[in-house]
């Protein structure tokens, strides 16, 4: 049986149950894409459920508020994608009428969108004969046919889309394109495979030749930066603390979080932190709320984060209410202390 018909038919057994696959609405399928994003189904599905609901329409979307739109993204991480999100729904609903553009050229020239997610609506919405490929069509089609190219490049990836496209199906362009994904997914995975159970084990060189565990090749990442994050929590004797929201162009963009000092390294001493928190403040007492940091690791860099707790005399000037902090978008790790610091 064809290489094609083995992986639709596989799929027509095994595929998951999920919202975007019942739907060739452009915006919702543009809305998962964008989420599953170096995110996991099990991780985007609650985020899709939430947004879908809060904004069933791209014009929904566009006429919310930033702020809101970062609250609901909250935990899903790689907030730039939220941003870009939001800046498309607005050229979509106010540009473009709130039409999507119907095919795979057009939809590249949103922002945020890239080649596989251009292909993804493409395909999905439109029908368009284009590959989809992202992780796991690379690790499918590396063992099986063999293929022992560098992933990380960008002549690879072009390999792989041609590859992809010769055995594509043209009248099942979507349906072959789910079904390579899946597979990926839920039967030639990263590590430990079942290759004794797959349908295509018999014509899979990786299994033939004992590289399944060798393929994909990807040469490896540059060392991941890091930094030192203090966060200077105070509190005042009404119930109000201090945020500001991140405007440079960096991590967390847009989102809110403590007054920061950001040292060079681990051994930094508290004396800078200390000297920051007392500036215009009648203080009562200053101190680390952990013994040690906690590591929060991002794409290319780590960051150490501690919470130095900074306790104050009658009002903070522009303070905002604890109990208001639920509705400023902050990242995830603050977001947490947040909850665990005012239970």
């Known amino acids: 049986m064809p290489f094609a018909k083995l992986l639709i038919t596989w799929y027509l057994n095994n595929k998951r149950d999920l919202p975007w696959r019942d739907t060739t609405d452009p915006y919702l399928i543009w809305l998962s894409e964008i989420m599953l994003q170096q995110t996991r189904v099990a991780q985007g599905l609650p985020y899709f459920l939430t947004f879908s609901e809060h904004f069933p329409t791209v014009s929904d979307l566009a006429r919310a508020d930033e702020q809101q739109v970062l609250r609901l993204w909250q935990g899903l991480g790689y907030y730039s994608r939220a941003r870009n999100l939001h800046q498309t729904a607005k050229y979509i609903a106010f540009e473009l009428a709130g039409k999507f553009p119907e095919n795979y050229h057009d939809l590249l020239k949103l922002k945020g969108v890239g080649d596989y997610t251009a292909a993804a609506i493409a395909s999905f919405a439109y029908g368009e004969a284009v590959p989809v490929v992202d992780g796991n069509v690379f690790r499918v089609l590396s063992r099986y046919f063999g293929i022992e190219s560098d992933i990380a490049q960008q002549a690879t990836k072009k390999e792989f889309t041609a590859l992809a496209a010769e055995l594509m199906p043209p009248d099942s362009a979507a349906l072959f394109n789910q079904a390579i994904m899946e597979f990926g997914a839920l039967q030639c995975t990263p590590k430990n495979p079942d290759c004794d159970t797959c349908p295509l084990n018999d014509g899979c060189l990786a299994v033939k030749y004992n590289k399944v565990s060798q393929l994909p090749v990807k040469s490896k990442k540059s060392q991941s930066k890091s ?117």
């Open 227 to 343: 930094r030192y994050f203090s966060y200077l929590v105070y509190e005042d004797e009404s119930g109000h603390t201090m945020i500001q929201k991140r405007t440079a162009k960096d991590i967390w963009h847009n989102l809110y979080e403590f007054p920061l000092v950001e040292s060079v390294s681990a051994q930094a001493d508290l004396s800078k932190v200390i000297e920051s928190a007392m500036e215009k403040q009648d203080i009562i007492s200053v101190k680390t709320l952990d013994s040690k940091a906690t590591t929060h690791k991002l794409t290319h860099q780590s960051l150490h984060i501690r919470f130095v707790s900074v306790k104050v005399r009658g009002r903070l000037a522009d303070g905002v209410a604890v109990a208001d902090l639920e509705a400023y978008p902050f990242p995830i790790v603050l977001a947490n202390f947040i909850k665990n610091h005012w239970k």
